[in-house]
Every structure is written in structure tokens, then in C-alpha cells.
């Protein structure tokens, strides 16, 4: 079964840039819809980004504008350029592959951002 693991989180002040990173064991990211959800200290876990198949991206209007999701061409990584961080920013954040056999879920990792 493939399997999802995240990079890239760290500590970075309000205003500054982080690149997270999701790396599967197969090339699932090349002809499915994936997606960057995060989960912030006594919420529920919320969407933030997607991509389909035919490239079109959708993403929440709390990080519109200012987080990028893309893949590389070999479908086996994707990432979330976030800019503009904000401290409402703070939280896990996880990626997903969607199979037909259902969700894929990486085991997060954490974002904060101090003000």
C-alpha cells in the first residue's frame, strides 16, 4: 500500500515562507486528486488545498492568494508553497491521496507561526 510521509514544517515568524513536501512510495500523485489539509489545536481538521487530474486547483479562502499546491512529474511528491504566513496558520498539516479504494493520509507535520 503506498504510504505518504510530509516534510518541511517548521517555526518561521509571521510574514515569512515555508515549503512542505509529501512523498509517496508510488507515483500516486500522477493521475489522482490529492490534497493539503491542516488541523489547528482544538479544531477540526480542514481543507486547504486540492488538485485534480486535469491540473485545476481549488484552495480555501483562508490561504487563497498566498498558499501553491503543485506535484512533480514523476507523481511520486507534492507540495504546498505557503507565503505570507500568518499565526492563524499554525497547525498540523497533512496530505491526502484519493484512490478509488479510498483516502490516503501522511502522518503530518507541524507548521507554527509566531506573531
Known amino acids: 500500500q503506498t504510504q505518504l510521509v510530509e516534510s518541511g514544517g517548521g517555526l518561521v515568524q509571521a510574514g515569512g515562507s515555508l515549503r512542505l513536501s509529501c512523498t509517496a512510495s508510488t507515483n500516486i500523485f500522477g493521475g489522482g486528486t490529492m490534497a493539503w489539509y491542516r488541523q489547528a489545536p482544538g479544531n477540526q481538521r480542514e481543507f486547504a488545498a486540492g488538485?485534480?487530474?486535469?491540473?485545476?486547483?481549488k484552495y480555501s479562502d483562508s490561504v487563497k492568494g498566498r498558499f501553491s499546491i503543485s506535484r512533480n512529474r514523476a507523481g511520486n511528491m507534492m507540495f504546498l508553497e505557503m507565503n505570507s504566513l500568518k499565526a492563524e496558520d499554525t497547525a498540523v498539516y497533512y496530505c491526502?491521496?484519493?484512490?478509488?479504494?479510498?483516502?490516503?493520509w501522511g502522518q503530518g507535520t507541524q507548521v507554527t507561526v509566531s506573531s
Open positions: 491526502k491521496a484519493v484512490t478509488p479504494w479510498g483516502d490516503i
Open positions: 488538485m485534480y487530474p486535469n491540473g485545476l486547483t
